[in-house]
């Protein structure tokens, strides 16, 4: 069971409303790469892991995910919050006002619904881990691509904190990818060590 903690993992004041900027950081609430997709990955794939500390490095990561969802919902609401729609038609971000309103939305910038396809989950414990360690990296780079094109320093200091979690993450999952392949490899030299025995039988021709 889950415990909602009343605030944000990181405090978030932003002074200035900026549609066009909303409708790019949005991409980390419902894109391919963001935070929605990374909690339910992660939330789903525990339930295949081999031992307990896996499956609990896996609760743990999704949970604070779920932490960062509503963080970058955080920002995308400040930043709408009070823009007329005259500003969301001029910063050319009309489409996304036109549907959605001054809300928060899972799609990407480029006005596509988050889609569950983004979860990739696979039944084996290794693939999921190689994968997550793509997803943190993938993640990581929309956050430095966000940070080029964002020059309001209340939005930028959040990004920067998502970014470092996201390297956190990173180490956290080769570190459980190499413990996991450590394993396997002494599993399977001890399959080779054992002696195989055949069975012999007699046969007539």
């Not at 979860?119 to 190689?130: E, H, I, K, Q, S």
């Not at 030299?189 to 025995?197: E, G, S, T």
Request: with cysteine; proline share 6%.
């Amino acid at each position: 069971m889950f415990s909602y903690s009343k605030m944000l993992e990181y405090p978030i004041k932003i002074k200035n409303p900026n549609p066009r900027l909303a409708n790019i950081v949005i991409t980390q609430y419902g894109g391919p790469n963001g935070e929605l997709g990374a909690s339910l990955r992660y939330l789903s794939q525990r339930y295949t892991m081999p031992d307990e500390t896996t499956k609990g490095l896996l609760t743990d990561i999704g949970t604070e995910e779920l932490g960062h969802l509503e963080m970058v919902g955080t920002i995308v609401a400040q930043l709408s919050k009070g823009a007329p729609p005259k500003e969301w038609n001029e910063l050319g971000s009309w489409e996304y006002y036109a549907d959605n309103g001054a809300s928060v939305y899972p799609q990407n910038s480029q006005g596509a619904p988050f889609n569950a396809a983004a979860v990739a989950v696979t039944g084996d414990p290794l693939t999921n881990l190689y994968e997550n360690l793509a997803a943190e990296q993938k993640a990581r780079a929309v956050y430095d691509n966000i940070l080029r094109l964002s020059d309001d320093p209340d939005v930028n200091e959040v990004i920067k904190f998502l970014r470092q979690r996201e390297v956190t993450h990173f180490q956290r999952f080769g570190e459980a990818k190499r413990k996991l392949t450590s394993r396997k490899k002494a599993h399977s030299l001890r399959c080779f060590a054992a002696p195989i025995k055949y069975k012999s039988y007699d046969i007539e021709l």
